[in-house]
């Protein structure tokens, strides 16, 4: 009888610089990068050997991001666009491809809270700002990288959801119709383009301690908390792996799915 040959995957180690090489060869676009989960993901991945396009309308804290990445031995170029102008895509797109080569990941992490209104008392207004940033700004990135990566001869993009385009509370409307938006968005895209080797999943965090949460006022994230298994909010970096694992060759056949980062939320 013949023994069974086992391939063992290469071991990952770290490099002098005390970086590892999980996401070698990789070039990402970060938008919402200048704070918070987006700068928290565009550190994480650089540790990993990406190189980072960071993006957003904060200008001198994203450059900040940008050069402590950079003074960690990554590479990272900061650029202020918004995310719901198409030429600001462009731009951006461009840039990575003229200083790394390529494009081979997108993750759309920029977004608002909104009004925090439900559908009575909710503003015109207030609706197609959020929609615009959360729902639009995802799309208009999806539909400008996707070209980049299948010329690439593929890629992963990540989009950040949240518990809230899965589970309903009373107020929230634009948010959570933003959110939910994007979940769906995540699933025709990654059937849509799967054959072309195009990944694209969705990640939804729950209580996240970012600057966005303060900004929600601490009885809000009391409640949240409250109703959190682990019974505490999450630090941005603990969603980071998820993002690393989804730009990563590791998750190579996962697609059009989620991960939850929420403390157990949605297992209720």
């Not at 540790?47 to 990272?76: N, Y």
């Not at 202020?80 to 030429?87: E, G, K, L, M, Y």
């Not at 990563?248 to 939850?260: L, M, N, P, R, Y």
Request: aromatic letters at 6%; a negative charge; glycine letters at 12%.
């Amino acid at each position: 009888m013949r023994g069974r040959v086992i391939r063992l995957s290469p071991v990952t180690t770290p490099r002098e610089n005390g970086l590892t090489n999980r996401l070698a060869g990789k070039v990402v676009v970060v938008t919402g990068a200048a704070r918070g989960m987006g700068a928290a993901h565009a550190r994480a991945m650089a540790r990993e050997g990406a190189a980072i396009v960071l993006s957003d309308v904060l200008d001198d804290l994203g450059e900040a991001v940008a050069t402590s990445i950079r003074a960690d031995g990554g590479r990272a170029t900061f650029t202020r666009a918004d995310v719901t102008s198409a030429d600001d895509w462009q731009r951006v797109f461009r840039i990575a491809t003229e200083e790394y080569g390529t494009l081979t990941t997108l993750v759309n992490n920029a977004g608002i809270i909104g009004s925090m209104l439900g559908a009575a008392d909710e503003t015109e207004e207030a609706w197609y700002r959020t929609i615009a940033v959360n729902q639009t700004g995802v799309f208009l990135g999806m539909k400008y990288a996707i070209p980049l990566m299948r010329s690439a001869g593929g890629g992963s993009i990540v989009n950040i959801c949240s518990i809230w385009g899965v589970s309903g509370v009373g107020d929230y409307l634009s948010y959570q119709a933003s959110k939910g938006a994007v979940r769906m968005m995540t699933r025709s895209a990654a059937i849509g383009h799967a054959a072309e080797k195009i990944r694209v999943n969705n990640v939804c965090p729950g209580m996240i301690m970012t600057e966005m949460a303060i900004e929600e006022g601490e009885e809000n994230n009391a409640a949240l908390i409250a109703l959190t298994p682990m019974g505490r909010g999450a630090e941005p970096s603990e969603v980071s792996g998820a993002i690393v694992f989804l730009a990563s060759d590791e998750s190579s056949f996962v697609t059009g799915t989620e991960i939850a980062v929420d403390g157990g939320y949605l297992a209720q």
